[in-house]
């Protein structure tokens, strides 16, 4: 029972002592964290003491500095200044100074650098300022001085011609007045000579009509007499030119021998009748009277001009055919020759030869000079007029009409213009009396040299225009060949 109750009282000691012991544990490691809390908190404080110092001094040491800009000793740039100036506009320290130093920087011109404006060199501004403004007052003195005088002798200059012109105005006013008696005078006779003409004038109008009337009656039968002479001489041109077509054109030589079997003929035009060498003609029967209507048997060209004969030429046959046999006294014509003169030839229009649907004038105008022709004018297939040549006269003889005359082939402004240009060309060549002619029928006459000729294709193709090839010979007769094919000699 003792031991037990030992037992017992050992155990409640040694729970009382641990009691004591925790709750002094627990005390003390209250007491640590409570002093570990005042330390940190007292610690914290002096940090931001600390902050709130260096704060201050940057705050101090950036206000020294501006300071030190302010009086021309800082190094910062024009940014930094304008940036300083912002930060210590609303500073408690230096806000009051910035606006102070603001308003004396004013003192500096707009153009001066901002590095320039401080303090120190305001001064200096300033006096610099003063005396040129003292220096351009005294140049204002002085203009003003020679202003005044200027003024002084401008002031006597208009006196005087203020008086001057008084002295004019009462002259002119005596003038006015003498003038204003004249005037009326004038007046009055004017009036006078104004009646005076009204009654001309009434008398000329009075015989003005009474001529106007007789020269109405006279315009009216010299209006009716043109007209009828109008007519007349329209009708005697007509009549002229049928008269001067190929018609009624004369030959201009004859053969006078043939030679060579037919290939050459001697004519009976040489050195006194102007002929030379290449001209062609066409050979037509001697009974021939219309030389127009009349069959051609071949044509020739002049080889040889006899220069010791006044009216002989040797001229080679182009085109010999046994069926046509050239015969003595055979009648030659060239529409583009005439002895002792040059033919002149008109052209107008478009000169399609082998129905190509283009224009061959230039080989016409070469035929036309190669037979001793000349072109005196010309309208192209465009209904305009080729410059530079003599234009349309007494000696053009031929007007050589194109194929598209009087053909229309779009009823558009341009071709309707150009056959009224066509027309008008016509009708001054009827004014002058010339022939006109086709251009195929010029052709015919003038294509003597078969290498000339213009061989047409297409729908116009023509079996005579194809011979045959050359290696093929045309049977000769056998038997007796008659004297008219015999060889000959010219004429002495």
Do not use: C
């Not at 704060?55 to 302010?70: D, G, K």
């Not at 005396?131 to 005044?148: M, P, Q």
């Not at 009204?198 to 009337?213: C, G, P, Q, T």
């Amino acid at each position: 029972m003792a031991v037990r109750d030992r037992n017992l009282f050992a155990w409640q000691a040694y729970v009382i002592t641990m009691s004591f012991i925790s709750v002094g544990l627990l005390l003390g490691m209250f007491f640590l964290w409570r002093s570990y809390s005042d330390q940190a908190k007292r610690l914290a404080e002096k940090d931001t003491q600390l902050t709130t110092a260096g704060t201050e001094f940057a705050t101090s040491e950036a206000r020294v500095q501006r300071l030190l800009s302010m009086v021309g000793h800082g190094k910062d740039s024009p940014e930094e200044l304008q940036e300083a100036a912002t930060r210590f506009a609303a500073d408690e320290l230096l806000g009051p100074v910035e606006k102070e130093f603001a308003t004396q920087m004013n003192q500096f011109a707009q153009n001066t650098a901002a590095s320039e404006k401080n303090l120190m060199k305001l001064p200096k501004y300033l006096l610099d300022t003063i005396r040129a403004r003292n220096e351009d007052i005294e140049k204002a003195r002085e203009r003003a001085t020679l202003i005044l005088a200027e003024k002084t002798e401008t002031l006597r200059r208009e006196t005087k011609a203020r008086e001057d012109a008084e002295t004019a105005q009462k002259k002119a006013e005596a003038d006015l007045e003498a003038t204003r008696q004249q005037h009326a005078e004038s007046i009055a006779k004017l009036n006078a000579e104004k009646d005076e003409a009204i009654a001309l004038y009434s008398k000329f109008k009075s015989d003005y009509e009474v001529n106007i009337r007789k020269l109405m009656t006279q315009n009216t039968e010299l209006t009716n007499s043109n007209q009828t002479l109008t007519q007349t001489v329209q009708k005697k041109m007509d009549e002229l030119t049928e008269f001067t077509n190929l018609d009624f054109a004369n030959p201009q030589g004859k053969v006078t021998q043939v030679a060579e079997g037919g290939t050459v003929v001697w004519i009976n035009l040489g050195r006194d009748d102007g002929l030379r060498e290449g001209v062609s003609f066409t050979v037509i029967d001697e009974s021939a009277i219309n030389t127009s209507e009349a069959k051609d048997k071949a044509h020739i060209v002049v080889t040889n001009v006899i220069a010791d004969h006044p009216h002989l030429s040797r001229a080679k046959v182009t085109d010999y055919s046994p069926t046509r046999p050239i015969m003595s006294e055979d009648k030659v014509f060239s529409p583009a020759w005439r002895a002792g003169r040059t033919v002149g030839f008109a052209l107008v229009g478009e000169m399609d030869l082998n129905g190509d649907l283009r224009d061959d004038v230039a080989d016409v105008r070469d035929l036309i000079k190669r037979s001793g022709g000349v072109i005196d004018a010309e309208m192209d297939s465009k209904g305009a007029r080729m410059a530079g040549l003599t234009g349309l006269n007494a000696n053009t003889e031929y007007l050589v009409l194109g194929t598209d005359i009087g053909v229309i082939k779009e009823q558009d402004n341009q071709s309707l213009a150009k056959q009224e240009n066509y027309k008008r060309f016509l009708a001054e060549a009827r004014q002058y009396g010339i022939a006109q002619i086709s251009v195929d029928k010029l052709m015919g006459y003038l294509k003597a040299d078969q290498s000339q000729r213009v061989v047409p294709m297409g729908e116009r193709i023509q079996g005579k225009d194809f011979p045959p090839e050359k290696g093929v010979t045309p049977q000769s007769s056998r038997g007796p060949v008659s004297d008219l094919f015999q060889k000959r000699q010219p004429l002495p």
